[in-house]
């Protein structure tokens, strides 16, 4: 005759939490598919929503081509957001502050005028810091 078993123990039923997965696990597997273009336009898509005026919208999106063009030709092989690091952003900080000519990257031709100085003023490379803090604050 079988005895029923009064006490089971800890492992009776699934175990299931080795199989659980955190917010900031789902989040990482979710996102890493998706480019730092991709999550700019989703970034971009949710300040939009939040009701920011169009005028500050644009300029999210010419600084956030800033920081994409300078990635591209110092760090080529950056494509997505999680692999941005610290020291990257302090180089582009060191960049605008030191390197960058006064009127690269400008959408007008004709502001692209003949100068030697480089570096663009603080209060600038501040504005653009302004953007990337956000996008990644929001991000990742």
Not at 23 to 35: F, N, V
Not at 83 to 88: D, H, K, Q, R
Not at 104 to 118: A, L, N
Request: aromatic share 14%.
């Amino acid at each position: 005759m079988k005895q029923k078993r009064l006490f089971y123990g800890k492992t009776k039923g699934k175990s299931t939490v080795g199989n659980r997965l955190f917010i900031e696990e789902e989040k990482t597997q979710m996102d890493h598919g998706k480019t730092l273009g991709g999550m700019f336009e989703t970034f971009f898509r949710a300040k939009g929503l939040e009701g920011l005026r169009p005028r500050t919208l644009k300029e999210h999106r010419v600084t956030f081509k800033y920081f994409l063009s300078f990635l591209e030709k110092k760090y080529p092989d950056i494509k997505y957001a999680d692999e941005v690091t610290t020291e990257n952003i302090r180089d582009y900080v060191y960049y605008m502050s030191k390197e960058k000519n006064l009127w690269d990257d400008h959408p007008k031709e004709s502001c692209q005028f003949k100068t030697d100085k480089k570096g663009l003023s603080p209060f600038t490379v501040n504005i653009r810091l302004r953007t990337l803090k956000c996008f990644f604050k929001i991000s990742l």
